[in-house]
């Protein structure tokens, strides 16, 4: 019970969305990505999301209304994790990390709204890697697909100073 999330990465770039949900269920996993394709329009859409990797859990057993968001024409292709094979999604699992140090695993997610989530996302995202040239994922993903596409997504960059990844990010 409670609210639970949904994390999406894009591998290219380490950059992740993150939305809080009430219930982890299919329906509102459809509406995560509804509000994404009403955020950035279908081309932006399109061209972020050509293919979908994910587990095989329940949440994600109505992959028509993901791909087809609308019900319209198919934009996007969902393709399936083996059971237990996080070593498939190493990415996804390393800013799992970064989020457990802010939300550790077993707290309530129940006092958190989507800006609280967003803001957590955007200290996640300005976080410099390694594996990017010492880069954020918010500096890679807006040169790769522009500022503009970046804030209709909710995500702000934070300055290399302020960024905190501790609980105290949410109180």
Request: hydrophobic share 35%; with cysteine.
């Amino acid at each position: 019970g409670g609210k639970v999330l949904l994390t999406i990465h894009f591998v290219d770039t380490s950059f992740m969305l993150m939305f809080i949900r009430d219930a982890n269920d299919s329906k509102s996993v459809t509406e995560c990505f509804e509000a994404i394709y009403d955020a950035i329009g279908k081309e932006h859409f399109m061209k972020l999301f050509p293919v979908i990797l994910t587990d095989n859990g329940s949440e994600f057993s109505n992959p028509d209304k993901i791909e087809k968001v609308y019900d319209g024409e198919k934009l996007t292709s969902i393709f399936y994790c083996h059971p237990y094979a996080a070593y498939e999604k190493p990415e996804v699992e390393n800013n799992h990390e970064l989020i457990r140090r802010v939300i550790p695993k077993g707290k309530s997610m129940d006092a958190f709204n989507q800006q609280d989530i967003n803001l957590l996302m955007s200290h996640v995202n300005s976080y410099v890697r390694k594996k990017l040239n010492d880069q954020s994922p918010f500096d890679a993903f807006s040169s790769r697909y522009g500022f503009e596409l970046i804030n209709s997504l909710g995500i702000s960059l934070i300055n290399p100073n302020d960024i905190i990844l501790k609980p105290s990010l949410l109180k």
